[in-house]
C-alpha cells in the first residue's frame, strides 16, 4: 500500500503510542483518519511543518504527501521537491486566509500546484475554486470523544447550565450571545461556562458582565483542554454555539463542535451557519438565542428524541471510518 506523510502546521507531542496536538485541525483532519489509514495497513509518517528538513526527509520516503493547513513557506519547497520525486502531493484546506497577503499567496500557490485538494465544507471548496478554478473534495471533521446519554438534564428550581467551548479566536461570536442574554427576560436565569485558552482581559470582562446582570445570566471561565471539553459536555445541560454568519472566515467553518455536542448527548442551539444547516430538522438554528431558549423551555419533551436523530445523522456522516474511507478515496485516486 501506499506510504503516506502527513505534514501539519502545529507542534505535535506523543503521549504514549500515539501523537496529539492541541489543535483540533490537526486531531480532526491528520490524527484521526491516520489512525484510520494505519489500521487498513498504510504506513505513515506525521510530521510538522516547524521542522522543515525533518519534513523534506519524510516526504521523500513518501508516495503521498499530505499538506494539512499550510503556513510554512518552506512547505513549498517540500511540494516542489516530492512533486519531481513522483510523489502525489494532497493540499488540504480548512481556513479561510485569502484575504491575508502573504497567507493568501502561499495557499495559492500550494492549492495550484498540487496534484489533489481538500476542503473540510462545501463552502471552503467553493471559496477554493473561485481563488483557483479547481475543485476540492469535501472531507469533514470526525467526532473526536465519546458517546454520550441523550439526555435533558436542567430540573426547575435551578439555572441552565450552559456550556461554550472554542479557541480564543472564536470569542468575538460569544459577545454577541451574550449581548443578547444580557437583556433577556426570562423566569429561568443562565449560567454560562466558557471552556477556552486564556486571553488578556477575559477574566475581567466576566467579572464586570456578572456584576451588571449575574442575576440572568453568570459566566464562568474554564480552563480548556480536550478532557476538559468532555467533562463539561457531561455536565451540561446544553451546548451554545454562536457564530457571525455571513464572514467568509466563519462560513468555511465546519459543524465539529456542534458535532461533539450532540454525539455527547448534548442538545445545543447554534447559529445558521451553512455546515449546520444538515442539522436544522432537530437543533434550532438561528442568531435569536433568546427566542430559541424560549422553544427549548416549552419543548422540553422533544429534546431527547432530537438528540437521539442527530446522533444517528453524527454516526452515519462523522464516524473516524466514514471521514477515514473518505480520505482513502482521495489518496487512491
Request: with cysteine; glycine share 4%.
Amino acid at each position: 500500500m501506499r506510504r503516506i506523510c502527513w505534514i501539519t502546521f502545529s507542534t505535535l507531542e506523543k503521549r504514549g503510542d500515539v501523537f496529539y496536538s492541541p489543535f483540533a485541525s490537526t486531531r480532526y483532519r491528520v490524527l484521526i483518519p491516520a489512525r484510520w489509514l494505519e489500521a487498513r495497513g498504510y504506513s505513515q509518517s506525521i510530521v510538522s511543518a516547524e521542522q522543515p528538513e525533518a519534513a523534506m526527509s519524510a516526504a521523500m520516503n513518501a508516495d503521498v504527501i499530505i499538506f494539512s493547513k499550510s503556513n510554512q513557506p518552506s512547505n513549498e519547497e517540500i511540494l516542489a521537491a516530492a512533486q519531481r520525486a513522483g510523489a502525489k502531493v494532497i493540499v488540504d484546506l480548512c481556513d479561510y486566509k485569502f484575504d491575508m497577503k502573504q497567507k493568501g499567496d502561499h495557499d495559492r500557490a500550494m492549492l495550484a500546484r498540487a496534484d489533489a485538494l481538500v476542503a473540510n465544507t462545501q463552502e471552503m471548496a467553493a471559496a477554493i475554486s473561485d481563488e483557483t478554478g479547481r475543485e476540492a473534495a469535501v472531507i469533514g471533521d470526525p467526532y473526536e470523544g465519546p458517546k454520550g446519554v441523550a439526555e435533558w438534564k436542567w430540573r426547575p428550581g435551578r439555572r441552565i447550565e450552559a456550556l461554550w467551548f472554542g479557541h480564543p479566536v472564536n470569542l468575538d461570536t460569544l459577545e454577541v450571545l451574550l449581548s443578547q442574554l444580557a437583556v433577556r427576560k426570562a423566569e429561568v436565569a443562565l449560567s454560562v461556562r466558557i471552556c477556552t485558552r486564556p486571553r488578556v482581559g477575559l477574566e475581567e470582562e466576566c467579572r464586570i458582565f456578572n456584576r451588571q446582570v449575574g442575576n440572568r445570566v453568570k459566566v464562568y471561565i474554564v480552563p480548556w483542554s480536550v478532557e476538559q471539553v468532555w467533562k463539561e459536555l457531561r455536565e451540561t445541560d446544553m451546548v451554545l454555539l454562536p457564530s457571525r454568519v455571513g464572514m467568509e472566515k466563519k462560513d468555511v467553518k465546519s459543524p465539529n463542535r456542534l458535532v461533539e455536542s450532540v454525539w455527547a448527548g448534548r442538545f445545543a442551539l447554534a447559529s445558521a451557519l451553512p455546515a449546520y444547516q444538515p442539522f436544522a430538522e432537530w437543533i434550532p438554528l438561528g442568531d435569536d438565542f433568546c427566542a430559541n431558549l424560549d422553544w427549548v423551555m416549552s419543548h422540553q419533551s422533544e429534546i431527547v428524541p432530537r438528540i437521539h436523530a442527530a446522533q444517528d445523522f453524527v454516526a452515519a456522516h462523522y464516524s473516524p471510518e466514514v471521514i477515514g474511507k473518505q480520505w482513502e478515496a482521495v489518496i487512491e485516486a
